[in-house]
């Protein structure tokens, strides 16, 4: 069967199969709508927090980088899972024993005030947007390659399948939908990792695979790519070349962030017990470690079939998909010797990102670009997120895997635009309308507003997937580092240190805030130029900086602390009770 | 609440604080020791094809994750019975 015809039926099956579980599963209460009357299972909660945490970013985007920087790419692949281990033994099932909906509502009893709730609120409407616009973005790629509609057709597509189980569902219907995404995810990214792992070295097991020699040689493969990475003017594939305190910077705020983001949090209320927290934490790592530890396998599978295929390669000869993802703009090739030929090598092939001359082709038949030449030797314009999306087609894997990938991009970007457009409706219509603004308002109220408000924000997330602001990959620091410095030592110092009181809290939010606001601001807007090691402080560049910005939150507030007065009494025995599970309850909807 | 009890509460705690220190412990030796910090030494050892502290950076530190998270759910498990303040 056609390409084209598989991934059609494989995309509308999985579209169908979301839709059916959100109809049997829609949300009747608020508590069902925010936490899914704590009645999942520790795995699907597992298995939903894996889809839930797994974006667009990670599916397509994540193998791409690391098959580009090498070594470096590590920064993410520990980062990212590491933050599992804190979460599950100093945030969730502490969380989980305090009993309420969202991440705000904890700031603002933890700490007896309004005004910490508040800005609790902003931080996480502030990254739950940043997030969410990618993710939209994300589809309106998948759907215009794969699917051949116009980018911003696809965008509304997805809008359309995101409301009706977001919108329906709620916390309850998004869980079980997300279990179904998970399944289609880790199948869309296994099978190929597996056929391309036995083409490339014989060995299934991608983990292992890319630790052995390549197919009929005995050259190890990731020796093979050093080689190959220092013949074409790349830095060796298994060394980095950032430095250690920035790489140290980096791990630690993504961690720390990914511990901090407010729609993983609220995956931990979702569970009947405390020890079903910790359990269903650990399950989720599990889940997600089979595709985070596949991943660097397929950056280097991927990395060499690309530059084999491609370097010193005639054009004409090259196979179909070079071709369809020139047509997307993912690839582009400027003939600048006008041998015919493609050289690929470091360095940048012309100035900035692709820009076609309309309809016009070269010498070859290759799309013509209105770009400047650079000086280098380098013809190739390779966008990172093709390593996954093409990689099938590069190993010439049959059609059915390719409408997979389809079907997996697709799940991972859904799955996590849905989990975010919940904690943003939650906290508008939970934290900022029942608790503040309209307190009297019934439960039925607060849950048609929890549905306009999830309606508004998916309709303002396509309008960012539709005119992408060109900040986006920009502002994806912001997400981390801005969790990194407000929440994580909040809800830490407020488990953990009972002296912990008001001021210090919210001294020590502000300055984590302000600071990490700023210098990211001032490297990625004001000061672009001067983004570089030496102007950095410490050497810590703004992906990294949320490190710095907790380390400042936690002396602030502890030092405030201890020059003001200690927290009420009512408040200190609330902290003792978190400490310890018994007496976990479900929540009463309201208050 | 008696002081016997609060006794037993701060008791459970310690145990939990302790157990909490020696799997950050482990968690942040691998991760950002074996994986960051003493790179360069543990690259010249290879397994396979493999430099080792690549292999920690790229594989070995996300196993120890998922191995640590299921001991504390483990030792937990068993330290809130122990203390009497599991669940029903």
């Known amino acids: 069967m056609d390409t084209q015809v598989l991934v059609y039926i494989i995309v509308g099956a999985t579209f169908a199969l979301y839709i059916g579980i959100a109809i049997w599963s829609r949300a009747g209460s608020t508590s069902e709508y925010y936490v899914a009357s704590k009645g999942v299972h520790p795995i699907a909660n597992g298995m939903a927090t894996g889809a839930d945490w797994m974006s667009a970013a990670s599916f397509i985007s994540m193998a791409g980088i690391i098959s580009f920087v090498g070594r470096d790419g590590s920064v993410y692949l520990m980062g990212w899972t590491g933050g599992y281990v804190l979460l599950a033994m100093c945030l969730a099932p502490y969380l989980r024993k305090f009993g309420k909906f969202t991440v705000p509502e904890f700031v603002g009893e933890r700490y007896y005030s309004q005004a910490a709730r508040m800005v609790a609120v902003v931080c996480v409407i502030f990254i739950s947007f940043t997030y969410v616009a990618g993710q939209m973005r994300g589809v309106g790629i998948v759907f215009s390659r794969y699917l051949e509609v116009d980018i911003n057709l696809g965008v509304m597509i997805g809008m359309g399948i995101v409301f009706i189980y977001a919108v329906l569902g709620g916390m309850k219907g998004i869980t079980y939908t997300q279990v179904a995404q998970y399944c289609v995810m880790i199948l869309a990214y296994m099978i190929p990792a597996i056929f391309i792992s036995i083409l490339v070295t014989g060995n299934p097991i991608p983990q292992i695979g890319f630790g052995d020699t390549v197919q009929g040689t005995d050259t190890y493969l990731l020796d093979k790519l050093n080689q190959i990475s220092i013949d074409l003017g790349f830095a060796e594939y298994t060394s980095g070349s950032k430095s250690t305190i920035d790489t140290f910077a980096i791990t630690l705020a993504l961690m720390v962030g990914t511990a901090g983001l407010p729609h993983v949090i609220v995956r931990f209320f979702t569970v009947p017990k405390v020890s079903d927290a910790r359990l269903s934490a650990g399950w989720a790592l599990l889940f997600i470690a089979i595709l985070y530890t596949t991943a660097p396998a397929v950056a280097s599978f991927a990395r060499l079939n690309l530059v084999q295929t491609v370097n010193n390669a005639e054009y004409q000869q090259l196979p179909g998909w070079f071709q369809n993802w020139e047509n997307a703009g993912l690839l582009a090739w400027q003939d600048k010797n006008g041998d015919g030929k493609i050289q690929y090598s470091a360095g940048a092939a012309f100035a900035g990102k692709p820009d076609f001359a309309s309809d016009q082709r070269g010498a070859s038949g290759e799309r013509m670009l209105t770009n400047a030449p650079t000086e280098g030797a380098n013809e190739l314009y390779v966008d990172r997120d093709i390593m996954v999306l093409a990689n099938p087609e590069i190993a010439q894997l049959p059609g059915w895997v390719v409408a997979l990938i389809a079907a997996g991009g697709l799940a991972a970007a859904l799955s996590t635009a849905a989990g975010l457009l919940l904690v943003i409706s939650t906290s508008i219509s939970h934290d900022l309308l029942k608790s503040n603004l309209m307190p009297n308002i019934s439960e039925k109220q607060e849950l048609l507003a929890a549905r306009i408000a999830a309606a508004a924000a998916i309709a303002v997330a396509g309008y960012f997937g539709i005119n992408p602001p060109g900040f986006v990959a920009q502002v994806v620091a912001f997400a981390f580092g801005l969790a990194a410095a407000s929440f994580f030592p909040a809800i830490i110092m407020g488990i953990f240190y009972k002296r912990m009181n008001k001021e210090g809290a919210i001294a020590g939010m502000l300055t984590g805030l302000i600071f990490t606001f700023s210098y990211i601001v001032y490297f990625k807007f004001v000061n672009p130029a001067a983004n570089t090691p030496e102007h950095w402080w410490f050497g810590i560049s703004p992906e990294g900086i949320g490190t710095l910005g907790m380390v400042f939150n936690f002396v602030v507030s502890t030092v405030v602390a201890k020059m003001t007065a200690e927290p009420p009494a009512h408040i200190q025995d609330l902290v003792e009770d978190i400490r310890v599970p018994r007496g976990a309850v479900a929540p009463v909807a309201g208050h | ?88």
């Open chain 2, 1 to 88: 609440m008696s002081s016997e009890k609060a006794s037993a509460k701060a008791a459970y705690w310690r145990a939990n604080l302790k157990l909490l220190f020696t799997l950050l412990t482990i968690w942040f030796v691998v991760s950002y020791g074996c994986g960051i910090l003493f790179v360069d030494a543990l690259d010249t050892i290879k397994i396979g094809g493999f430099p080792l502290g690549f292999w920690f950076a790229q594989q070995g530190s996300i196993y120890t994750f998922v191995v640590l998270i299921f001991v504390y759910v483990w030792r937990m498990n068993k330290l809130d019975r122990k203390h009497d303040v599991h669940e029903e």
